[in-house]
């Protein structure tokens, strides 16, 4: 696709959207879906469920880089939740270790951390309203001939939800 070839078959989803979103993640943060999706591995298990990098910055000047030239390494800024942050600073040296590999040269010069949450927490629901009237007659009779109490609480208690009115 890249080349200007038409590609026959399947194209599989996580290509097409690659393609979208790197160039946007490339401008904004530096960074690419590659990363973003092998954080894990690189992360390794200590810190891959509270870290997730946000962004490279990358020298853009001689002025900036200090030097009359040549390449210089960037900057990956990590959220991080909580106190982990603490642990993440002493074990920075291997992670940028691991993710030079990762990049397969020297990409990454410095972590900067940055306290904050990583996952939104999930918002949960209420239970749903008691149902009054006929919509009650009516759950009742859809669940009637059930034997199981189990299964019967379990429907009663998804009828109630999908037959309650909600509040938008």
């Known amino acids: 696709m890249s080349e200007g070839k038409a590609r026959r078959g399947v194209v ?18 530096g960074i690419n879906t590659m990363l973003l999706g092998s954080w894990d591995e690189i992360a390794g298990q200590e810190f891959a469920d509270c870290t997730r990098p946000e962004k490279i910055a990358w020298p853009r000047r001689a002025s900036e880089i200090g030097a009359e ?57 209420g239970r749903p309203r008691a149902l009054a009237g006929e919509a009650a007659r009516r759950l009742e009779a859809m669940v009637e001939g059930i034997e199981s109490e189990a299964l019967k609480m379990a429907l009663t208690r998804l009828g109630t939800a999908v037959l309650s009115s909600r509040r938008r």
């Open 12 to 29: 599989q989803i996580s290509e097409v959207a690659n393609g979208l979103i790197d160039p946007v993640l490339a401008k904004r943060a």
């Open 69 to 125: 030239g040549g390449y210089q390494p960037g900057v990956l800024t990590i959220a991080c939740e909580g106190a982990r942050a603490l642990f993440l600073t002493h074990a920075q040296g291997e992670l940028i270790q691991r993710i030079n590999g990762f990049f397969g040269f020297h990409a990454i010069g410095q972590v900067r951390i940055v306290q904050k949450p990583v996952s939104a927490s999930p918002k949960r629901k």
